[in-house]
């Protein structure tokens, strides 16, 4: 672990609205101590710790505390409006800030109307604008038929757009063909938008044996790695073919990363996410009936956990997302544990800071990487620059975290809409004492889009 002076400094003093003191604080990818100062909402200097810059609030971090930057979660279903018994902007993000989440990009699908045109999009936004209380953006849905509304979405400030190419699971989110695809991504190469890929192939999906029963090893069967691998071997070469910005949602399967490697070294403009369920779980430990784990991909084995933590530490995957997908506790059918039957998605957002932490420590990584995979790099992934770093000039976004700090998951304790979630009685370490949202630990968030 590095110490020693922030990077970027200014040598007088600065009135402001906050001086936060950190005897750590990750700045420029390393843990120094720091006196970092807010005005107006955003950070304006940052100095030794032993600086006395001048703040009309000065908080002083306790020795077992760590300044960070505020979390950005780029893969979120919010499902409002329309489906906001399963989740919604006012639940959701306040999961988000208790859980160091300071912005959150949601997805185009779960709410009704899904965004896939400028006037859900604008839907989207008003019912956003009045509930949360972190930042939030959001991404268009790409869908058979409107290639035509792509450009009309981009200019009005989405960060790109999803397709899946399998059933998506709800209706009104159709999947692409591959021609279709192909057809999203010349129109999207051609603003420099960016596609994000659900990559699971429909017709090796087709042909494995159908998910039933309580058992998780039929359910994994259902959703072959092989499926998952061909899928993403198509979105590279479509991406080497028209040029188009792609990036891989989810990545489950380990056997994916040297392809994944081999295509950016050839100039592929590709960035992949991992989620915390993948790099916590693994296959063999989910019980019979024990839904609460369903999620498309699935959690795959031990070993293909371990590969996605050597694909995090060598730089092949990006970022690491929830991909929060919440649904009401009937959906997940506990009253029968049918893998087949019930919805699939994880709740995460809440506790998905600890989870990684907990995870990433055992393995020698440190808060700085943590930082980049779910901070930095999300941030430059939709180009919000000023978020997810401290830096002179960014917004301040900051989280106070308790690295040290046990605690077990209590799914009835969480701010999600509903006590569903794989964490519930999980045993981690990590805990966020405070947020402040522009400086402010009463901020509304804002709506955010793209620049």
């Known amino acids: 672990m590095s110490h020693g002076r922030p990077p970027s400094c200014r040598a007088s003093p600065v009135q402001s609205d906050l001086v936060v003191r950190a005897a750590r604080a990750v700045i420029g990818g390393r843990e120094v101590a720091a006196s970092v100062a807010i005005r107006d909402g ?13 703040g009309e609030w000065v908080v002083e971090l306790g020795a077992d505390e760590v300044l960070l930057p505020g979390l950005v979660d780029t893969h979120v279903h919010v499902n409002d409006p329309g489906r906001t018994e399963w ?14 989440i300071t912005t959150i990009v949601d997805m185009p699908l779960n709410s009704i109307p899904p965004t896939v045109d400028v006037e859900a999009l604008e839907i989207k936004r008003r019912v956003a604008a009045e509930k949360s209380v972190v930042n939030v953006g959001f991404w268009g849905g ?14 009005a400030g989405v960060f790109g757009f999803k397709c899946f190419l399998l059933a998506s699971g709800v209706d009104e989110f159709p999947p692409l063909t591959i021609p279709e695809l192909e057809k999203a991504l010349i129109e999207i190469a051609s603003f420099d938008g960016l596609m994000i890929v659900h990559a699971e192939n429909a017709e090796l999906i087709a042909e494995a044996p159908e998910a039933a029963g309580r058992e998780y090893s039929g359910f994994l069967e259902s959703r072959p790695r092989a499926a998952e691998n061909r899928a993403i071997e198509q979105v590279i070469e479509l991406s080497r073919r028209t040029g188009c910005r792609v990036h891989i949602l989810h990545l489950s399967s380990a056997d994916a990363l040297p392809m994944i490697a081999a295509a950016k070294r050839d100039g ?27 999620c498309c991909p699935p959690i795959r084995e031990a070993g293909n956990r371990e590969a996605l933590w050597e694909g995090l530490r060598d730089g092949t995957i990006d970022t690491i997302v929830t991909d929060h997908s919440p649904c009401t506790p009937d959906l997940k059918r506990f009253d029968t544990g049918d893998f087949g039957d019930a919805w699939g998605g994880i709740a995460s957002l809440q506790v998905s800071l600890a989870a990684v932490w907990t995870e990433a420590r055992a393995r020698g990584f440190e808060l700085t990487d943590i930082v980049r995979w779910m901070a930095t790099n999300t941030a430059d992934q939709v180009d919000v620059t000023d978020r997810g770093r401290i830096e002179v000039g960014c917004a301040a976004d900051l989280v106070v975290f308790a690295p040290d700090e046990k605690f077990t998951v209590d799914v009835a304790q969480l701010y999600h809409r509903n006590p569903v979630s794989a964490y519930d009685r999980l045993g981690l370490s ?14 509304t968030g804002r709506l955010l889009a793209r620049n």
Do not use: M
């Not at 955003?42 to 001048?54: C, Y």
């Not at 989740?87 to 160091?100: D, I």
């Not at 004492?433 to 522009?438: E, K």
């Open 42 to 54: 955003r950070v304006v200097a940052i100095e030794p710790f032993e600086s006395r810059l001048l």
């Open 87 to 100: 989740e919604g902007f006012a639940s959701a993000t306040r999961a988000a800030a208790a859980g160091g």
């Open 142 to 155: 790409a869908v058979p038929g409107n290639v035509d509304q792509l450009r009309p979405l981009h200019d």
């Open 268 to 294: 592929v403009r590709l960035t992949v996410e991992t989620c915390p369920h993948y790099l916590c779980f693994d296959a063999e430990a989910v019980p019979a009936g024990a839904t609460q784990f369903k």
């Open 430 to 443: 990590g805990v966020v004492r405070r947020s402040w949202i522009a400086g402010s630990e009463s901020s």
